[in-house]
């Protein structure tokens, strides 16, 4: 890789969920075959994908590895309901607030998710300096580098 520190990405919960049903994906390939970059997540995030790694029954043990062996996680002091409020302009689905407040607390240069559009992009480009790719567009931009 072209840079001597490593690209800091905050992942969204469904790319992590999607890395644990599928091992085909990019969302896997991420999570598991990228060492050069350091991936985030935060505390509303994790409680967020506890919930979803139940109500999918899926293993929490492979979660919890993942999270211990492959994220790190910056923790947000306020309520989710204050993170809604305070990051309303640069989301269209409320309930994605906590994501943009965890990758700007993480003070990363790219947020994966695979749900683009519930997020104001061109917002959070030109205001936090964050972009916002699909975890395929990511892989691609690692490539070309």
Do not use: C, W
Request: net charge negative; aromatic share 8%.
């Amino acid at each position: 890789m072209a840079t001597d520190r490593p690209i800091r990405v905050f992942v969204d919960s469904d790319v992590i969920i999607s890395s644990l049903i599928s091992e085909s994906g990019a969302a896997f390939t991420l999570i598991s075959h990228t060492e050069q970059v350091e991936l985030y997540t935060s505390n509303h995030s994790v409680s967020e994908l506890n919930k979803v790694v139940d109500r999918l029954h899926l293993q929490q043990e492979e979660l919890h590895n993942i999270i211990k062996n492959r994220l790190i996680s910056v923790r947000i002091d306020q309520t989710y309901k204050k993170v809604q409020i305070q990051f309303a302009d640069y989301v269209r689905d409320f309930d994605d607030a906590h994501v943009v407040a965890g990758a700007r607390e993480a003070r990363v240069s790219f947020l994966v998710s695979y749900n683009v559009r519930h997020f104001n992009a061109e917002k959070i480009r030109q205001d936090l300096q964050i972009i916002l790719l699909t975890p395929g567009l990511f892989l691609q931009y690692l490539r070309s580098l």
